[in-house]
Protein backbone atom coordinates (compact mmCIF):
# COMPACT_ATOMS: atom_id res chain seq x y z
CA UNK A 1 0.00 0.00 0.00
CA UNK A 2 1.49 3.42 -1.12
CA UNK A 3 -0.92 5.71 -0.09
CA UNK A 4 -2.24 6.45 3.62
CA UNK A 5 -5.88 6.01 2.68
CA UNK A 6 -6.63 3.14 0.77
CA UNK A 7 -9.23 2.86 -2.02
CA UNK A 8 -12.04 1.62 -0.03
CA UNK A 9 -11.74 4.05 3.05
CA UNK A 10 -11.71 6.94 0.67
CA UNK A 11 -14.76 5.63 -0.28
CA UNK A 12 -15.97 4.98 3.02
CA UNK A 13 -15.43 8.20 4.33
CA UNK A 14 -16.81 9.88 0.70
CA UNK A 15 -19.90 7.58 1.91
CA UNK A 16 -19.76 9.18 5.86
CA UNK A 17 -19.47 12.51 3.91
CA UNK A 18 -22.34 11.96 1.34
CA UNK A 19 -24.89 10.94 3.90
CA UNK A 20 -24.22 13.60 6.31
CA UNK A 21 -24.86 16.03 3.86
CA UNK A 22 -28.01 13.92 2.76
CA UNK A 23 -29.06 14.54 6.10
CA UNK A 24 -28.05 18.30 6.36
CA UNK A 25 -30.68 19.05 3.04
CA UNK A 26 -33.85 16.84 4.46
CA UNK A 27 -33.16 18.67 7.47
CA UNK A 28 -32.98 21.91 5.65
CA UNK A 29 -36.04 21.18 3.33
CA UNK A 30 -38.52 20.01 5.96
CA UNK A 31 -37.98 23.02 7.98
CA UNK A 32 -39.19 25.02 4.70
CA UNK A 33 -41.86 22.68 4.01
CA UNK A 34 -43.17 20.69 6.69
CA UNK A 35 -45.82 19.15 5.06
CA UNK A 36 -43.64 16.79 2.84
CA UNK A 37 -41.22 15.55 5.62
CA UNK A 38 -42.76 12.11 5.14
CA UNK A 39 -41.41 12.12 1.14
CA UNK A 40 -38.51 13.82 2.09
CA UNK A 41 -37.76 11.26 5.03
CA UNK A 42 -38.30 8.12 1.93
CA UNK A 43 -36.17 9.61 -0.32
CA UNK A 44 -33.19 10.51 2.03
CA UNK A 45 -33.40 6.94 3.58
CA UNK A 46 -33.56 5.77 -0.01
CA UNK A 47 -30.50 7.98 -1.09
CA UNK A 48 -28.66 7.24 2.27
CA UNK A 49 -28.95 3.30 1.39
CA UNK A 50 -27.70 3.38 -2.05
CA UNK A 51 -24.62 5.48 -0.66
CA UNK A 52 -24.16 2.93 1.71
CA UNK A 53 -24.22 0.24 -0.42
CA UNK A 54 -21.54 2.10 -3.06
CA UNK A 55 -19.35 1.90 0.51
CA UNK A 56 -19.90 -1.56 1.04
CA UNK A 57 -19.17 -2.55 -2.47
CA UNK A 58 -15.84 -0.77 -2.65
CA UNK A 59 -14.91 -2.42 0.91
CA UNK A 60 -15.38 -5.86 -0.75
CA UNK A 61 -13.65 -5.26 -4.27
CA UNK A 62 -10.62 -3.15 -2.73
Given at each position: ?T???????????G??????????????????N?S??????????????L????????????
Amino acid sequence: MTSLISTAGAAVLGAGIGIGLIGMKAAESTGRNPSASGKVMTISILLAALVEGVAFVAIFMG
